[in-house]
Every structure is written in C-alpha cells, then in structure tokens.
C-alpha cells in the first residue's frame, strides 16, 4: 500500500526559502504512471495546487507561484521535494503532497496527512 | 479562464439528495475531480473522470458534467457525509486548478 509522509521544519522566519519534503513508501517515485504534487491550504481557506513533478524530472508550476516555487525529485530516496523562496505570512498553510494519476483528465488519488507551515520572526 | 467556481455552502436534509457544483470553462473540454474533506483531515478522492469512485467510496457519491458545470450528487446523505467539498480539474496548459470549495451541511 503506497503511502505519503510530508515532512518540514513547521516554522519559518519571513524572507528564508522554506523546504519541505515528502517520502514515498510502498512504491516508487520513478513510476511513469503517475506525477507528484504539492497542494496547500491556507488556514481556514481552500486548496491551492502547486506544482508537479515527473519521475522524469518535468515540471509545471502553478502560474501565480512561478519562479518562488521549485520542485525536485530524488529517486535515490524515493522522495520529492518542494522549495519556496522568500516566505512571506502568505505563505502559511498545511502543505500537502499528493500522487497524480490519469492520461488527459488528471485526479490526485492519494493524500498525505499534511504538515503545518507557520511563517513569524 | 481556468478558474472554477463552487457555491460556498449548501445544507441536506439526513437522507435526502443534494447536488454540489463546479462550473468552469475548462469543464467544456476537460473532466473535474471530486474530494472531500473533513475537518483537520486530508481530502480524499471520491470522483474522477465523470463518474468514476476509487474503492471503497460509497455508490451514493455520483459524478456527471453538462456543458460548463460538472456535479457531484450525494444520494440519500448521511451525517458523516457532513465536509468541505472540492472540485479539480486541468486547463490547456496543463495546469491544475481547485474550485474554492463547498461547505455541506446534514440537518
């Protein structure tokens, strides 16, 4: 049974670049069937996708993240990972990672638990 | 546009039928996706391509799409059914968008 565990530091100072991480366990990152995302959720708000990431290395960013936001993956430990730079309070939320399926329509069947980022100095 | 748009709450009676929206222009071409959300918890996947339920989710949870507006129907709701519900979906540049969610009530 695949499953996903983000983990990150839980609280940033303004301006740093905030890394997080999340680890595939039961499968494998370089499984061409599916991509990896990073999804967030503003206190009390809704759901912001991210970005993605192939086990290929290929990318898409969410238009209004672009250039803050990087993700990678390593397949050395079945992980991928997401960076964000220059964290602003705006950027505090529960991060999400989340296994995408699908050809042509796309569904995220499969959630992490999420993990808090608060952002102060 | 790639933006999708979903009534901010909606209420059912315990037992009764309701049907929650996501309305977008790339709904004309695209399938959406459906999760849901309980409070403190990670959304999980109820829908996907029209009509499709992973294992597991319950048949009362159905899918459809006409012209622009793809629907989630929940037949016979039940208290634990009570959740934020999101839609999903893509647009021509592939990217990925959430509509702003909806908050069901069971009375």
Same mark, same amino acid.
């Given at each position: ?32 069937? +599916? #991509? ?15 970005? +993605?990431? #192939? ?5 898409? #960013? ?32 529960? +991060? #999400? ?8 329509? +796309? ?15 | ?38 409070? %403190? ?7 996907? *391509?029209? *009509? *499709? ?22 037949? %016979? ?17 592939? *990217?990925?968008?959430? %509509?702003? %969610? ?6």
């Amino acid at each position: 049974q695949v499953q996903l565990q983000e983990s990150g530091p839980g609280l940033v100072k303004p301006s740093v670049t905030l890394s997080l991480s999340c680890t595939v366990s039961g499968g494998s990152v370089s499984n061409g069937a +599916y #991509y990896w995302t990073w999804i967030r959720q503003p206190p009390g708000k809704g759901l912001e996708w991210i970005g +993605y990431i #192939y086990g290929t290395g290929s990318t898409n #960013y969410n238009p209004s993240l672009r250039g803050r936001v990087t993700i990678s993956v390593d397949t050395s430990k079945n992980q991928f990972s997401l960076r964000v730079t220059s964290v602003t309070a705006a950027d505090r939320a529960v +991060y #999400y990672c989340a296994r995408g399926s699908g050809s042509g329509n +796309y569904h995220f069947d499969l959630w992490g638990r999420g993990t808090p980022v608060s952002v102060s100095s | 546009s790639s933006e999708l748009t979903q009534d901010p709450a909606v209420s059912v009676a315990l037992g009764q039928t309701v049907r929650i929206t996501c309305q977008g222009d790339s709904l004309r071409r695209y399938y959406a996706s459906w999760y849901q959300q309980r409070p %403190g918890q990670a959304p999980v996947l109820l829908v996907y *391509n029209q *009509n *499709n339920r992973p294992s597991g989710i319950p048949d009362r949870f159905s899918g459809s799409t006409s012209g622009n507006t793809a629907s989630l129907t929940i037949s %016979g709701a039940q208290a634990e059914d009570e959740a934020d519900y999101y839609c999903s979906s893509r647009d021509t540049s592939d *990217n990925r968008v959430f %509509g702003g %969610g909806t908050k069901l009530t069971v009375l």
